[in-house]
């Protein structure tokens, strides 16, 4: 994609061995896909500079590596969430359904508490190989409670695919989300929402499978 964002592969340290075998577990759940070993083990690449927050592509592609550095106060700034839970905190094990009232966007101290429960301090069990965002066409659809809250601000489609790290194996993601315009530039519009047993940034990777497993040499 010509409008997309890339972000490289290398090899993985010594030090980081234990945090790429810990991603698969976490990984394994999302996608159904047996994690398989290997000798050779891949991680994300050093931090690439955000695209920032200029065209819709570069907000949803920020926002994604911020995920991975584990920058979640930054990634709240350039995220929307609808509050389905009036502000109380929800046991992963119980579904959360988008049914009203709708209380207002999740608040930035839920959001980073969840995020370090979910992903870790600094991103530890998130591995990003890749992030690449391209405006798409159509329309997506929300929630009515979502929609009114929005008004009139214009929505912009985002087609978003990258790769995640597992032990040793590759998967391929991808995702359509609405990115909102708003008055200082644009935000991601998150769906908050969950099933039961499912974590929450599960649904923000949606399309996860498996695309490889990296064998070193014998």
């Not at 301090?121 to 409670?145: F, I, M, R």
């Not at 009114?148 to 990258?162: A, N």
């Not at 315009?181 to 039961?196: I, S």
Request: contains cysteine; charged residues 20%.
């Amino acid at each position: 994609m010509a409008d997309g964002r890339r972000v490289a592969v290398r090899a993985l340290t010594p030090a980081l061995l234990l945090t790429a075998l810990a991603a698969g577990a976490l990984l394994r759940a999302g996608s159904g896909a047996a994690l398989v070993s290997s000798n050779l083990v891949y991680a994300a690449a050093l931090p690439a500079a955000l695209p920032g927050t200029r065209t819709p592509q570069d907000t949803a592609s920020s926002f994604y590596l911020l995920l991975d550095r584990g920058e979640y106060e930054e990634a709240w700034d350039l995220a929307l969430e609808p509050d389905w839970n009036l502000g109380i905190r929800v046991p992963l094990r119980r579904s959360l359904e988008a049914s009203g009232p709708l209380s207002g966007w999740t608040a930035k101290q839920t959001f980073v508490e969840r995020l370090t429960d979910e992903l870790g301090a600094g991103g530890y069990w998130l591995k990003l190989n890749s992030v690449e965002s391209a405006v798409a066409t159509g329309d997506l659809a929300l929630q009515p409670e979502v929609r009114q809250r929005l008004g009139t601000q214009r929505l912009i489609p985002v087609h978003v695919t990258g790769t995640l790290l597992g032990a040793c194996t590759l998967f391929r993601w991808e995702k359509d989300l609405p990115v909102v315009q708003t008055g200082r530039g644009y935000k991601v519009l998150l769906p908050g929402t969950k099933a039961a047993g499912e974590q929450y940034y599960q649904a923000w990777f949606a399309d996860i499978r498996k695309i490889g497993t990296l064998r070193g040499a014998p």
